[in-house]
């Protein structure tokens, strides 16, 4: 079971152009975590969203919790080449962590 | 700044083998955790320990087992294995049993291939 879906899986982009991904789950998480995932090594964490509403800004990212803390969105604004990776959110409830499908994100300059 | 380190990083077995994926974390992590990772689906938990003697099962379990002697350790054993287990595996630790805000610290993974 699939219990947190991403979209879109796939975005491919110029170099200045702004794009936002989505985590949608039907689901009430305590916490959501965005991670980056570059090819051959494993995730690296984001950010931890934890206040439903709540809203946190690194740099040029900008990630927003959903009211019901059963959804997520990640915007990058002027998307960077280095900012090309696989993209996941990640639910917490409790001890397990449910990862999304994932958004595989291509920068182009 | 060893981290979590994963071996082997790349395997291919035969159809009922078995062998056992290493995960080893040098961060005094309570929490500790085996995905598998296929395309599409994203990361999904195998089995999650919270300490020492303690294991529980996640979203697909099945043909796998898991022991958690040393906080450090947490090797993951594939009984009889087959295609359907052909995927990259992933071990991540964490501060704190149930880790309810803790950020996961990942391996670099293990490629698994079975004929």
């Known amino acids: 079971t699939q219990l947190l879906e991403q979209s879109p899986q796939f975005l491919s982009i110029q170099e200045g152009e702004n794009l936002t991904v989505y985590c949608n789950s039907s689901s009430v998480f305590s916490s959501l975590q965005w991670y980056r995932q570059e090819p051959g090594e494993g995730p690296v964490l984001l950010v931890t969203v934890v206040t439903g509403g709540e809203v946190k800004k690194l740099k040029r990212l900008t990630f927003q919790f959903g009211d019901a803390r059963k959804d997520s969105s990640l915007h990058i604004t002027a998307a960077q080449p280095g900012d090309t990776g696989l993209y996941l959110c990640a639910g917490n409830t409790g001890n397990q962590f449910y990862f999304g499908t994932g958004t595989s994100l291509t920068v182009i300059p | 700044n060893a981290g979590v380190t994963q071996t082997p990083k790349f395997q291919v077995l035969k159809t009922g083998q078995s062998m056992t994926l290493q995960c080893a974390q040098d961060m005094n992590h309570e929490y500790m955790s085996w995905y598998r990772q296929d395309p599409g689906m994203g990361l999904r938990l195998i089995h999650y320990?919270?300490?020492?003697?303690?294991?529980d099962q996640g979203e697909v379990p099945n043909g796998y087992n898991v022991s958690r002697s040393t906080t450090e350790d947490f090797p993951l054993r594939l009984l009889s294995a087959a295609p359907s287990q052909t995927s990259v595996y992933f071990c991540?630790?964490?501060?704190?049993?149930?880790?309810?805000?803790?950020?996961?610290?990942f391996g670099e993974g293990s490629r698994l291939t079975v004929l």
């Open positions: 320990s919270v300490g020492a003697g303690i294991t």
């Open positions: 991540a630790s964490s501060y704190g049993a149930g880790a309810n805000t803790g950020e996961l610290f």
